[in-house]
């Protein structure tokens, strides 16, 4: 179960933190992302970390706005997210799943366990 939290309304330039709770399984081989939907478009990708190592992947709108961290004994993963712009306005879900390998963290259908999703809105 994941449960995502820390959305809200902010303007632009401003921050946001998101937070996911993962619960139910031990997490330390999983990798956990955070995807974003914005009104009348597809779900896209936004960050994943693997919490095995560490390693991070990010889309390119986001880089250097956005990190992705973890904390492993809280089985916790946030999004700190900077210089939002209006364009980020979304929900952004969070989601997770076993063994990833790199080149799978963006795809959506690599990732079997979905949070609800935490509504950020990024005035102008």
């Known amino acids: 179960q994941l449960q995502a939290s820390g959305g809200g309304l902010v303007q632009a330039g401003g921050s946001l933190r998101l937070s996911c709770v993962a619960s139910g399984r031990p997490f330390n081989s999983w990798a956990m992302g955070w995807f974003r939907q914005a009104p009348g478009q597809d779900r896209e990708f936004v960050a994943a970390?693997?919490?095995?190592?560490?390693?991070?992947r990010y889309a390119e709108p986001v880089k250097g706005r956005f990190t992705i961290s973890s904390d492993n004994a809280k089985n916790t993963v946030y999004l700190q997210m900077n210089s939002l712009r209006p364009e980020d306005t979304a929900v952004y879900y969070c989601?997770?799943?076993?063994?990833?390998?790199?080149?799978?963290?963006?795809?959506?259908?690599?990732?079997?366990?979905w949070g609800q999703g935490t509504e950020v809105t990024v005035s102008s």
């Open positions: 989601s997770a799943d076993s063994s990833m390998i790199q080149s799978s963290l963006a795809s959506q259908s690599a990732y079997r366990y």
């Open positions: 970390i693997k919490f095995r190592g560490g390693s991070t």
